[in-house]
């Protein structure tokens, strides 16, 4: 019953530094999303992937990348971290159209 | 474009009062809604969804909102709050045509005054 998991659950990086941060969903859905939850700001997308192969950028995508390796696994990753990415994310996933999505326990990242 | 505005950041209500909290979605084509809780150091847990069909929506916890297309809006109640009722809630908007991303308001944290 693991639903949507999501490693680390915690990271400090120095900036600079570059890390991939881990999604996989065990519910055979086809879209995944990445969020970054910062306060008074709600859920920001960052990027999303509608179906395996495809990704599109979500409202904050700028220093960020991410890969759709397979159907269960969406990776984020960060190539040269900065201060202004000290923030929460969340990954999601949920099957298509009228589905609601399920959410992972997020990491919670700073960079000093 | 699609967007969701939640008026209010925190909201305070007493132990057994009515909570009332506010979405207003913008949707080029029709919308499907959701409200999602989020309990301190934990991811989201949906609430409540409107799809299509009866506009007003009951959901978990004794809490349900209703779709008003007039208005844009898909506000969350509940007759009478709980302790337990306090976290933070957020209104997402969604739809079916091609377009799979969902977006977030900015979340109303809900106090429960003893």
């Known amino acids: 019953n693991a639903g949507v998991t999501q490693t680390p659950k915690f990271q400090v990086l120095k900036t600079g530094q570059s890390m991939t941060l881990q999604c996989a969903q065990d519910?055979?859905?086809?879209?995944m999303y990445w969020y970054r939850q910062d306060p008074g700001m709600g859920l920001r997308l960052i990027y999303y992937?509608?179906?395996?192969?495809?990704?599109d950028k979500g409202e904050v995508p700028n220093g960020y990348n991410v890969s759709r390796l397979n159907k269960r696994e969406f990776s984020l990753r960060l190539e040269s971290a900065a201060p202004s990415q000290t923030s929460v994310y969340f990954c999601?996933?949920?099957?298509?159209?009228?589905?609601?999505?399920?959410f992972g326990q997020g990491t919670r990242l700073t960079v000093v | 474009a699609q967007s969701v505005t939640q008026l209010g950041s925190h909201v305070s209500v007493s132990e057994g009062a009515l909570v009332l909290l506010r979405c207003n979605y913008s949707?080029?084509?029709?919308?499907?809604l959701f409200w999602y809780v989020q309990y301190p150091n934990q991811g989201l847990q949906l609430l409540l969804k409107?799809?299509?069909?009866?506009?007003l929506v009951k959901g978990i916890n004794g809490f349900e909102a209703e779709f008003k297309k007039s208005e844009t809006s898909f506000h969350l109640t509940k007759p009478s709050a709980h302790m337990s009722d306090a976290a933070e809630y957020f209104c997402?908007?969604?739809?079916?045509?091609?377009?799979?991303?969902?977006?977030f308001g900015t979340g109303t944290r809900l106090t429960i005054i003893p």
């Open positions: 409107y799809t299509t069909g009866a506009t």
């Open positions: 519910m055979n859905h086809n879209s």
């Open positions: 997402a908007v969604t739809s079916n045509f091609g377009n799979e991303k969902l977006t």
């Open positions: 992937s509608a179906s395996e192969g495809t990704t």
């Open positions: 949707s080029s084509v029709p919308p499907y």
């Open positions: 999601a996933s949920r099957e298509q159209g009228r589905a609601e999505a399920f």
